[in-house]
């Protein structure tokens, strides 16, 4: 977008308070103005604003009428100035981003807690979904909307900052085909906060789903009657919305594809994580012993299916093995109660990462053919920056998160910009920025925090403490790190968003998040299906699990040797720890990115109340300098950030001064001659690109449109002299036929009168003769109809099919939907040749159903990649219906269609997908193969979905369509009439005969 008019000069338009979109564009910027512009533009709901190319959104903490159907429809490949800034915007940019330069995007969606992150996603998502005018988008939109309920409860929590907090990163990446149609999703997930599982701050709350246990029908059996009862939920009141919200999750969890044995496993899991957080311990300092009442341990464990003496040996002591013997190291209570907690949090973080891999699986691309060539479009949406006061492990490595993405950013928007620049030999001394590569460093080289902390890790008398100790000692240099002298277990850190304390309470322990093998061989053995699963899987080096069953648990087919020898390998398997799986996924996540074209949304929170209308200065202020706005409006406006080479340029806007030429040479001088005719400034161009700045894309752009519009209307010409040349010749032709018809029946009316008189003759003369007694002449007599022809075992077996699917499948509704009309998946009595000819062209899954010329029956035929497969359908002795070697069976035809529309048919995975309809010739007329299965006398049957669907009043009916010759006249169901033998002339009362001077049109 161009800049708008600078501060008054002479006799300028004045600059308007709040009425500039694009900050960027602003002569004079500071943190006051930024500030008092947003703070203008609040006040008036335009909740978004950009800079540059980076959106800000402050989180109007009410409904704004502002994304509806009309609304959206508005962004839709339109020029970023034409409309106001809008998530729309960055969702449509990133969408046609993508098909016009093929490169996949991404969007990282940053702000604090309560700042509206994840509702900027969700409507980037479905403006993403909606532009790809696919039905697979408007499925997959549903099933996001459908799953959404299913992650909310398990990874959002209530904090004093936002009633629904997502508790987790989470990066959303759409799947496109090679025509941009969207084909599935997958998620990621980052970070999960386990450790709320077992503490919550003052004011915050467990993760929904424990509260949603309340409110369940097996509450009872489940041992849940108050919050109150449970440490896990301490000072936690019951949700009020308990059973609304749960009747939802249970919705997510069919949709998703739980069955009812799985959930009961699911919630029996969870109640037991709570039962398991009222388990108490007391004792020495060299031995603790469980101080709770037997019960509460025993409904533990029969809830989580394990044994109660082995999780209560597990709890109290660590065996270990050493040169073949076997070490018992009793634990303090304070051990015991880590020891209980770790495995809370396992257990919860496992089930977590189940259920992510089995939403995937539903997400998931479901044809091959959409898993090559593809393109993607990705969604972030994670934590901000934290600094609360009192800031632990968790919050280290949130906000590391932060440096890196901050350190993204810098890098897509300003480094490589510099690097680009020296390379091109294009000036850019006037532009520089903050670098906090060196502070990432300090936290993932070999002597690093990260690094420091895992080694620390492995010391059996490591503390906290000796943990701060050791960074002080490596990186007391560092200029980011400072010592407490006050506190020996606190440090600071110097993050670009400024300095934050933390204490190192927890480090260790939060880092190892390890049990003991005895613990993971009791759960690895649980009679509760789920917690085995996830305990028998494998955490991989981002934390991601990997089940023993990806799929789905109710498949299940390992025999118990296999099992047990997973048992052994997975327990003494040791898991990386949290820091080492940290840095191990923020790295993939950043190298994904990094190749993308990127998208910036920063969402910005008013106020702590959540208050409508209510925009506190400071507060915003403060996150404004955590995301370096100020930074960012300096750099968009000093820099360069479109670089095309010099035959993108001339491909995307050469037409702006050659016109529609070919083999325009791309050159300097002749992208220099495109940049004078648009009469841009402050272009520059280098060794082998163009540097443009952000808005001078906008321009030309709008400047191409005039071309856009000028096609269109040439199109629209062409269209309208094609269909009137069209419809004149269909009216002339249809003037022709109302003639020839015409003049057909005037000339049988001539004949009739002719045979009249002829029979009036005739009659008279027969009477005369019968009078006189003489006998009738031998031309007289009718003649005996014809013998039938002879008819081949082939066309006795086609008949005796079409007889069978008139007297027995048509009465059952076989093929046809409840309004008669035939299934656009039926097709009539064609050979397998024909069949392979009418899919070759169709897409996978793509099928059709056929009747069976050698038997009673059908045969079904689908395409998959490479050629098609066809089964035979067969019926019992009770009429039902199945596939040939698959165990489904169905009442009906119709049914099993269904099915087979919804599950797979074999261990390949192969669907139903698409109805394959009949042929439409060059008129639009569908050439309807099953004419012949039609009864005698059903000529005003229905017919099929798509030739009803049509409607054509202005054009004469089409011929009735025969698919057998008339000459067979005893032909079961071939709709022709018998022949009529005459002699050299026409017997008494017998019709006129038909005279055609031409075929009819078909």
């Excluded at 040791?574 to 799986?581: D, E, H, I, M, R």
């Excluded at 808005?695 to 009137?724: C, P, S, T, Y």
């Amino acid at each position: 977008m161009p800049p708008p008019p600078r501060p008054p000069k002479g006799g300028a338009k004045p600059w308007v308070k709040g009425q500039t979109d694009d900050l960027a564009s602003m002569a004079a910027l500071d943190e006051h103005i930024l500030l008092a512009e947003l703070e203008e533009r609040y006040k008036h709901d335009q909740i978004y604003t950009y800079v540059g190319d980076i959106l800000v959104a402050i989180n109007p903490f009410k409904r704004l009428n502002i994304y509806t159907p009309a609304i959206a429809a508005k962004y839709h490949d339109a020029v970023k100035s034409s409309n106001s800034p809008h998530i729309f915007a960055i969702a449509d940019q990133a969408y046609y981003g993508m098909k016009r330069t093929g490169k996949n995007q991404c969007a990282v969606v940053s702000g604090e807690s309560g700042a509206g992150k994840t509702e900027s996603a969700k409507y980037m998502i479905k403006q993403i979904i909606d532009l790809s005018h696919t039905p697979e988008g408007a499925n997959l939109e549903t099933k996001i909307i459908q799953v959404n309920p299913l992650l909310e409860a398990f990874g959002n929590a209530k904090t004093t900052m936002n009633n629904n907090s997502s508790r987790f990163g989470k990066y959303t990446e759409l799947i496109f085909d090679g025509r941009g149609g969207v084909t599935g999703a997958k998620i990621s997930e980052y970070l999960l906060e386990k450790v709320r599982v077992v503490t919550q701050n003052d004011g915050d709350r467990n993760f929904h789903i424990f509260y949603y246990l309340f409110g369940s029908t097996d509450a009872s059996r489940l041992g849940l009657s108050r919050v109150s009862d449970f440490s896990y939920l301490y000072g936690s009141d019951i949700m009020s919305d308990n059973q609304s919200m749960l009747t939802e999750l249970l919705e997510a969890l069919k949709v998703v594809g739980f069955s009812g044995d799985e959930q009961l496993d699911m919630r029996s899991a969870l109640a037991g994580i709570l039962h398991m957080g009222n388990i108490a311990f007391d004792g020495s300092d060299d031995e603790a012993h469980v101080s709770s009442s037997s019960g509460v341990l025993a409904k533990a464990a029969e809830l989580l299916g394990l044994d109660a003496a082995a999780m209560q040996e597990g709890l109290l002591c660590t065996v270990t093995v050493t040169r073949g013997e076997q070490i018992r190291k009793k634990h303090n209570p304070t051990h015991a109660r880590d020891v209980r907690d770790a495995l809370s949090k396992q257990i919860y973080g496992r089930i977590f990462g189940w259920i992510v891999s089995q939403v995937n699986f539903l997400l998931a691309p479901q044809s091959v053919s959409s898993q090559t060539n593809t393109t993607s479009i990705g969604i972030l949406d994670i934590f901000g920056f934290e600094n609360f006061v009192v800031n632990g492990f968790e919050q280290l490595c949130i906000n590391v998160t932060n440096e890196q993405l901050q350190n993204f950013f810098n890098k897509h928007i300003f480094e490589n910009e510099l690097a680009e620049y020296r390379k091109e030999g294009v000036d850019a001394t006037q532009i520089s920025f903050v670098d906090n590569g060196p502070l990432l460093d300090m936290f993932f080289t070999k002597l690093g925090m990260f690094s420091l902390l895992d080694e620390e890790c492995h010391f059996p008398r490591a503390s906290d403490r000796s943990l701060v100790q050791k960074y002080a000692q490596n990186l007391q240099k560092q200029p980011y790190y400072e010592t407490n002298r006050m506190d020996e277990d606190k440090f600071t850190l110097k993050h670009y968003a400024g300095s934050v304390e933390y204490t190192s309470h927890g480090f260790l322990e939060r880092n190892r998040d390890t049990l003991a093998p005895a613990l993971v061989s009791c759960c690895q053995k649980s009679a509760n299906a789920i917690i085995q699963d996830v305990f028998l899987g494998t955490l991989t080096e981002t934390g991601a699990l990997q089940t023993a069953n990806q799929s789905r648990l109710r498949a299940r087919t390992q025999s118990q040797s296999v099992a047990a020898d997973r048992r052994m390998s997975t327990a003494s398997r040791k898991s990386p720890t949290v820091g080492a799986q940290f840095t191990t996924s923020l790295k993939i996540l950043m190298q994904n990115m990094m190749t993308c074209s990127a998208h910036f949304v920063r969402c910005i929170k008013p106020n702590l109340q959540q208050n409508p209308g209510n925009f506190i200065g400071d507060f915003v202020n403060k996150q404004l300098s955590y995301t370096g706005m100020l930074e960012t409006c300096r750099i968009r406006r000093e820099g360069y950030s479109y670089r095309p080479r010099y035959d993108e340029f001339m491909d995307s806007f050469g037409l702006l001064a050659y016109g529609s030429k070919q083999n325009i040479e791309p050159s300097r001088a002749t992208c220099e001659k495109v940049m004078q005719v648009s009469q841009l400034k402050g272009w520059l161009m280098g060794r082998s690109k163009v540097f443009l700045k952000y808005w001078h894309v906008e321009q030309l752009d709008k400047q191409l449109r005039r071309f856009e519009n000028a096609a269109i209307v040439l199109q629209k010409w062409g269209r309208r002299f094609l269909a009137q040349k069209l419809l004149k010749r269909l009216f002339l032709q249809s003037k022709q036929e109302a003639k020839d018809g015409a003049s057909f029946i005037q000339s049988c009316g001539a004949q009739f009168r002719g045979i009249a008189q002829k029979l009036q003759k005739q009659n008279a003369q027969d009477a005369a003769r019968k009078a006189s007694g003489k006998a009738l002449p031998t031309s007289h007599r009718v003649a005996p109809p014809p013998p039938r022809p002879e008819l081949s075992e082939a066309e006795l077996k086609r008949e005796a099919s079409i007889m069978w699917f008139q007297t027995k499948e048509v009465p059952r509704g076989a093929a046809q939907d409840a309004g008669g009309k035939f299934h656009p998946w039926f097709h009539g009595l064609i050979s397998r040749k024909e069949a392979e000819r009418l899919l070759a062209v169709r897409s996978v899954g793509c099928f059709l159903v056929r009747l069976s010329e050698n038997r009673f029956g059908y045969t079904l035929s689908y395409r998959i990649r490479t050629r098609c497969r066809h089964y035979m359908v067969e019926q019992d002795a009770k009429g039902r219906y199945a596939l040939v070697g698959v165990e489904k069976i169905c009442s009906s035809l119709n049914e099993l269609i269904n099915w087979f529309q919804r599950n797979q048919i074999n261990e390949e995975g192969e669907m139903l997908r698409e109805p394959c309809g009949q042929e439409v010739d060059e008129f639009g007329e569908e050439q309807c193969d099953y004419g012949e299965l039609l009864p005698p006398g059903k000529s005003g049957f229905k017919g099929s979905h798509a030739s009803s669907a049509r409607d054509e009043p202005d054009l004469p009916p089409p011929p009735v369509a025969r698919t057998a010759k008339p000459g067979r006249s005893g032909s079961i169901g071939s709709g022709a009439p018998p022949s009529v033998s005459r002699g050299s002339k026409p017997a008494a009362g017998a019709p006129p005969p038909v005279v055609r001077s031409s075929k009819p049109r078909h």
